[in-house]
């Protein structure tokens, strides 16, 4: 069975201050790990993934299959990344969705 | 382009009427899914397609129904609403599911 768990429903940061949002996933064979988000009155769109391994948005995602997560980080948070962010497994013919993190940015 | 279209973006039912949830995209995506968003519960997978004439249950697809008839419809039915259905539903689509998926803005359902 496929699973993505987001252990942290609510995450609050300063502006400046580093980001970490968690993600750990559990499926027998090879995944492919996404992070989706959600901005305010705005469609859900790709994020970024495992496969690209580039940067987007000044964030970054490392897939850790020893420890089946799939974190997302970024340095240096700014206002406009509050967001809504889940994390996404495509498996066989499925992609199945996280819980989600709510992202807050304080001034 | 229009890509992801669902109709309509809001809707109230009363319990145990039936409606369907349209979803049309315009980019020949061969993989479709529907999903339900509700809070500290994410997106849950109902429904999915991988093609015209296939469809597959997802993780919560009790009360619902799909069909795909054509590459560019997935329409998702609810027989006999129910209060447990109020939700946000999104309607998705891509090449298949191990590639970018492209959603639609979302139906916003309340079941009274």
């Known amino acids: 069975a496929q699973r993505v768990t987001q252990p942290e429903k609510l995450l609050s940061v300063f502006k400046g201050a580093p980001v970490e949002l968690k993600c750990n996933y559990s499926y027998s064979g090879s995944p492919e790990l996404f992070w989706y988000v959600q901005y305010s009155r705005q469609r859900l769109q790709l994020l970024l993934r495992?496969?690209s391994r580039e940067s987007i948005k000044g964030f970054t995602a490392d897939l850790n299959k020893g420890e089946t997560s799939f974190h997302l980080k970024k340095p240096f948070a700014q206002e406009e990344d509050s967001a809504m962010y889940y994390c996404?497994?495509?498996?066989?013919?499925?992609?199945?969705f996280g819980q989600g993190t709510r992202l807050t940015i304080n001034p | 382009n229009a890509g992801v279209t669902q109709t309509p973006k809001f809707q109230v039912l009363k319990t145990g009427q039936s409606m369907t949830l349209q979803c049309a995209q315009d980019?020949?995506?061969?993989?479709m899914s529907w999903y339900r968003q509700d809070p500290g519960m994410g997106l849950r997978l109902i429904h999915y397609s991988v093609g015209a004439g296939i469809t597959d249950q997802g993780e919560v697809p009790n009360g619902y129904n799909v069909s795909r008839s054509t590459t560019e419809d997935f329409p998702l039915r609810l027989l006999s609403a129910a209060p447990s259905q109020t939700s946000v539903y999104f309607c998705?689509?891509?090449?298949?599911?191990?590639?970018?998926?492209?959603f639609g803005q979302g139906t916003r359902l309340t079941v009274v």
């Open positions: 996404a497994l495509a498996g066989a013919q499925k992609l199945v």
């Open positions: 998705a689509s891509s090449y298949s599911s191990h590639r970018e998926a492209f």
């Open positions: 495992h496969i």
């Open positions: 980019m020949n995506h061969e993989y």
